[in-house]
């Protein structure tokens, strides 16, 4: 079992920044991909970024390439999302995932394929 928590959204302009962190419960985080998921009003669910197992690997989505960054600190249990040069469609809650998986060479891009969601947290890029 995985409980996740994720904070650091807000309110910005755009061309801003914000910082998200996404804090795990549990002995086994190391064995979990986490990816980070938006959702705006309306819309579906989508993939951001992910990061594998041991932070060694990450996919993006086009439309965040180059502005956002996804790292992980598996000693704190602790994956984060830097959003830099903010745009107002990037306005949506950020959900992270954990997928258990048994091997560091892959990730899922599909909410369908994690096992455990945080609650979300705003974030809102005004223009």
């Known amino acids: 079992q995985v409980q996740l928590v994720e904070s650091g959204g807000g309110l910005v302009q755009a061309g801003g920044s914000l910082r998200l962190s996404c804090a795990a419960s549990?002995?086994?985080?190391?064995?979990?991909?986490v990816g980070w998921f938006r959702q705006a009003p309306g819309k579906e669910r989508t993939v951001v970024a992910v990061?594998?197992?041991?932070?060694?690997?990450?996919y993006y989505a086009d439309s965040v390439k180059g502005r956002f960054t996804i790292s992980r600190d598996n000693a704190k249990n602790t994956v984060y999302l830097q959003m830099n040069s903010l745009k107002p469609e990037d306005t949506a809650v950020y959900y992270c995932?954990?997928?258990?998986?048994?091997?560091?060479?892959?990730?899922?891009?599909?909410?369908?394929?994690?096992?455990?969601w945080g609650q979300g947290t705003q974030a809102t890029v005004s223009s």
């Open positions: 995932a954990a997928a258990l998986m048994n091997s560091d060479r892959y990730y899922y891009t599909v909410p369908g394929a994690y096992d455990y």
């Open positions: 549990g002995r086994t985080f190391s064995s979990y991909a």
């Open positions: 990061v594998t197992r041991s932070g060694g690997s990450t």
